[in-house]
């Protein structure tokens, strides 16, 4: 068992980089929004009820962990004046700008950038609105 300085500390670290605990709602600090997930269109009514600001469609069906980004683009056309984010499913360059185009206002990806040179394939979604108005 450690020090309770060592505890102290840990706490301190979880409140800074936002641990889940924290991200749950109970602690918010001042200032910050709580990020809600949805798949279906009866939770996003919940949300849209709730004074959230920041909305997060998951395309990944947590039941069967199948991915369909049609998910966003079903769910984006129905929220106004809020931030949308899509989460998973995003794996490429078409696949960003397709989100972005369906209402998304930012995307959340983590595997797709972790298969090959994580900086590059980076870059390349970072990027994928300039490479789209550059091939048009």
């Known amino acids: 068992v450690g020090h309770p300085r060592d505890a102290r500390q840990e706490r301190d670290r979880r409140r800074q980089v936002g641990h889940p605990q924290r991200r749950r709602g109970r602690h918010q ?24 600001n920041i909305i997060g469609i998951n395309n990944r069906n947590l039941t069967n962990m199948k991915v ?10 129905l929220i106004s004046n809020r931030i949308i984010i899509s989460e998973s499913g995003i794996s490429s360059t078409l696949d960003a700008v397709r ?12 595997t797709s950038i972790m298969l090959g040179n994580v900086y590059e394939k980076t870059y390349e979604l970072v990027h994928a609105l300039n490479a789209k108005k550059i091939t048009k």
């Open 68 to 77: 369909d980004i049609t998910t966003t683009e079903n769910l984006a056309p």
């Open 29 to 52: 600090p001042e200032g910050h929004q709580e990020q809600r997930d949805h798949r279906h269109a009866e939770e996003l009514e919940n949300a849209l009820s709730s004074r959230t």
């Open 99 to 110: 989100m972005i185009d369906a209402g998304a206002d930012a995307i959340l990806v983590g």
